[in-house]
């Protein structure tokens, strides 16, 4: 209810997206489609692991890379073998496979965010857009609050809150903002985290969890064009 | 465990590498004196050796220690503590009565094991541990 004034607050052309869409009713979006979102993470995880962990050489322990892709490869696996049916479900498993598997920080913080997404989703078999994007916002609000970053840390923060801010336009917007957030942590001086240690040394390199959270956003877009 | 009637808190130690974590573990043990001491456990690196963090390892080091009277949990840094504190909010992967101590690494461990050792409460052990953070080392 709240969004529809942020709508009519909006620019024209989006309005009238918003318009053509809600006129066509939301795509509801079922356990397969983040079943697809999950699988088209661990792929593209696995695609820029080397830049992952290139990224992470300067400012961190070199490992960014190779932890996601065990923690991202071990969740395609679980969700092929559980076949979780709902949306919630997906998401609660796809969480608690990370933080048990991927051995650094980003585990117990990326496994937060999903599972408090599955978590908010409860056990409907199918969730709207928005419900998605309030879901994230909840998990997002949950890595704050384990991680203690706020946006301008040089966190994934300072990805995923643009693209749930985002999200609600589009999944190719919050893309856009997610990849727009993960490269302005460049000229950023680290807060959190072991980047933090090197204080004004951090600043200069992009920070890779903002740039994984980038792709595990464009991993949506991905997930709905197929 | 011993057939002491007593239970006592159980010690579970958390670090990114397996050898600092046992050696801690060790020292702990050695300054709690001899007789019955705490159960203590170490959760160091990931499952295969590397440094990190495994939850699964953490998890099943609290379930080794916990005689019924709570557990207390420290950790080093960084992936160590998000993950305790990521598996405290799940729910079911500590056993009840787990509680995170944020303590100096291996002072606040002396300071738990042998306060556990000498029979006292979850709380009791917390608090030891908690003010390793006043002793000044200048």
């Known amino acids: ?226 | 465990m011993s057939d002491s009637s007593k239970k006592m808190v159980g010690i579970v130690l958390v670090s990114h590498s397996a050898a600092v974590a046992e050696s801690v573990a060790e020292l702990a043990t050695g300054l709690a004196g001899g007789g019955v001491t705490a159960p203590v456990a170490a959760a160091g690196g990931t499952a295969d050796g590397g440094l990190g963090t495994s939850a699964e390892l953490v998890s099943q080091a609290a379930f080794a220690v916990d005689q019924g009277a709570g557990v207390a949990v420290l950790m080093d840094l960084g992936s160590a503590v998000l993950t305790v504190k990521a598996l405290l909010a799940e729910g079911d992967e500590l056993p009840e009565n787990t509680r995170l101590v944020d303590a100096p690494f291996v002072e606040g461990a002396v300071a738990a094991v042998v306060t556990a050792s000498a029979g006292a409460d979850l709380a009791a052990v917390e608090a030891a541990a908690k003010e390793a953070y006043t002793y000044r080392k200048e």
Do not use: C
Request: glycine letters at 12%; a negative charge; hydrophobic letters at 45%.
């Open chain 1, 1 to 226: 209810m709240e969004r529809a004034g942020l709508y009519a607050g909006a620019a024209l052309g989006q309005v009238s997206e918003v318009n053509v869409r809600t006129s066509q009713g939301d795509p509801l979006l079922d356990a397969d489609f983040f079943r697809r979102w999950m699988t088209a993470a661990a792929a593209s995880v696995d695609r820029e692991a080397e830049r992952l962990t290139a990224l992470d050489s300067p400012i961190g322990d070199a490992d960014h890379g190779s932890n996601m892709q065990r923690g991202f490869r071990a969740v395609t696996a679980v969700l092929e073998r559980e076949a979780p049916d709902t949306p919630g479900a997906v998401l609660q498993l796809a969480g608690r496979q990370l933080i048990s598997t991927v051995g650094g920080a980003s585990g117990p913080l990326y496994g937060t965010l999903l599972r408090r997404a599955g978590k908010a989703l409860g056990d409907a078999a199918e969730v709207t857009e928005e419900q998605l994007a309030d879901a994230l916002r909840a998990g997002v609000d949950a890595v704050m609050a384990l991680g203690g970053a706020t946006p301008g840390d040089k966190t994934m923060v300072d990805a995923l809150v643009p693209a749930v801010d985002a999200l609600g336009t589009s999944f190719e917007a919050a893309s856009a903002a997610a990849e727009k957030g993960a490269v302005a942590t460049t000229p950023l001086q680290a807060r959190k985290g072991r980047a933090s240690y090197l204080g004004e040394r951090s600043i200069g390199h992009q920070d890779p969890g903002a740039t994984s959270s980038a792709l595990l956003i464009a991993a949506l877009v991905e997930a709905a064009g197929e």
